[in-house]
Nanobody, 122 residues
């Protein structure tokens, strides 16, 4: 069964950048679309974006369009989330999941990682 592990989170000032990684093990990640989600304290987990299994198609939430970019290196079984111009409202725990890159529905993804904390200070 595919297992995912997120890394790369941290504390950054508003306007800064971070790159998160989602490493897959236990199977071939190139058979699955990968989605990035985030969860702020007291809020529901929300979709940030996703990438198809070949990397040819991506989808983003309106709140991150133009600032976040998802890419993947299937040879390394890794998907990346490049986050630029970060804002305090981007703060949360970021998770990656395997599934279908369609409408960024949480129910379309499974095999969640443990998450990585991103904190953006004002």
């Amino acid at each position: 069964q595919l297992q995912l592990a997120e890394s790369g989170g941290g504390l950054v000032q508003s306007g800064g950048s971070l790159r998160l990684s989602c490493a897959a093990s236990g199977g071939r990640s190139d058979v699955a679309s990968i989605g990035w989600f985030r969860q702020a304290p007291g809020k529901e987990r929300e979709g940030v974006g996703c990438i198809s299994n070949t990397g040819s198609r991506t989808k983003y939430a309106d709140s991150v369009k133009g600032r976040f970019t998802i890419s993947r290196e299937n040879a390394k079984n890794t998907v990346y989330l490049q986050m630029n111009n970060l804002k305090p409202e981007d703060t949360g725990i970021y998770y990656c999941g395997a599934g279908l890159c369609q409408g960024l529905r949480r129910s379309d993804f499974t095999s969640w990682g443990q998450g990585t904390q991103v904190t953006v200070s004002a």
